[in-house]
């Protein structure tokens, strides 16, 4: 087995840390397989508490995140996170600034092909409009970030939240 350090990058684009290693086996560097997806992850912040939206469909359908999705063709990162909000909370928001790289590696098993998903992390705040679910989320809430173990998070969400709180709070 080869075993891949995933960098992560902070906002000034230096590395951060690294992530676990995720075994590799050597016949799977020569099996095609999809490309990464790029995508964008956006806390939206408003009077001290996050948006979240509770998955609708998978994957993580049932569990609670911070607004996401893919970024289309053409489209810029920054274009995608205010569409993503749009469509999933209803809002519109500023985006404050870029956060951290996320990536999200779901190895194979069995049949399945596994995911791959490099995530822009955006921190934004709130503009305008009343929250109501759409697209993919089943609920929305704002939620204090002293409450967020009481949601079934997507596992791995609560530090970049925390980073986006820091950075929305910088910003002020």
């Known amino acids: 087995m080869i075993k ?4 992560l990058a902070d906002a000034s684009g230096m590395l951060a840390g690294m992530t676990d290693a995720i075994a590799i086996p050597p016949e799977a ?5 999809p490309k990464p997806v790029l995508g964008v992850s956006v ?6 508490k996050v948006l979240l939206i509770e998955r609708g469909n998978p994957p993580a359908r049932g569990l609670w995140t911070p607004v996401g999705g893919r970024v289309e063709w053409g489209e810029t990162l920054e274009a995608a996170a205010r569409r993503e909000v749009h469509e999933e909370a209803a809002i519109a928001c500023d985006i404050v600034g870029f956060s951290q790289v996320r990536e999200m590696i779901e190895p194979e098993s069995g049949a ?3 995911h791959h998903v490099v995530l822009a992390v955006f ?9 109501a679910a759409g697209d993919d989320a089943s609920a929305v809430a704002w939620v204090d970030p002293t409450a967020l173990t009481d949601y079934a998070l997507v596992p791995g969400v609560i530090p970049y939240i925390e980073a986006t709180r820091r950075l ?5």
């Open 4 to 7: 891949a350090i995933l960098p």
């Open 29 to 33: 560097l020569h099996t095609p397989r």
């Open 43 to 48: 806390c939206v912040w408003r009077d001290g």
């Open 112 to 114: 399945a092909s596994g």
């Open 123 to 131: 921190a934004a705040r709130w503009v305008a409009g009343d929250i």
């Open 168 to 172: 929305i709070e910088d910003m002020a």
